[in-house]
């Protein structure tokens, strides 16, 4: 099956590295195209411990809706991964301006 992802038109590998190997390029290309226009990979000014948890707050309330970490009728918008406040903790530390490095940044 064929497939253009981020410029990329190629076949679907069938092995988990060739997978892995395309899952990186796509990543590279988007962090290319984000240089390109000049989109930081990281947030200036997010120093406190209060701003990491207002974000992390904030970006829960979007994921999940009212701001609940789980409501059965409230699912907010449909994500790939559910994430509660610790593994989005983590998320928002890696984007401080001080979490820079190429390992932190592969994790995003």
């Known amino acids: 099956m ?45 120093v406190s411990t209060d701003d990491v948890t207002a974000v ?4 829960l309330v979007e994921a999940n809706g009212e701001g609940k970490t789980f409501d059965l009728f409230d699912f907010g918008y449909p994500v790939p991964r559910y994430m509660d406040m610790a593994a989005m903790l983590d998320v928002v530390n890696a984007i401080k301006s001080s979490a820079t490095t190429p390992t932190q940044q592969a994790k995003l």
């Open 56 to 59: 992390t707050t904030r970006a």
């Open 2 to 46: 064929a497939l253009a992802i981020g410029g990329l038109a190629t076949d679907m590998p069938e092995s988990a590295a060739g997978k892995k190997e395309l899952a990186l390029t796509f990543v590279a290309k988007v962090r290319a195209m984000n240089s390109e226009m000049g989109i930081p990979n990281n947030v200036e000014g997010l």
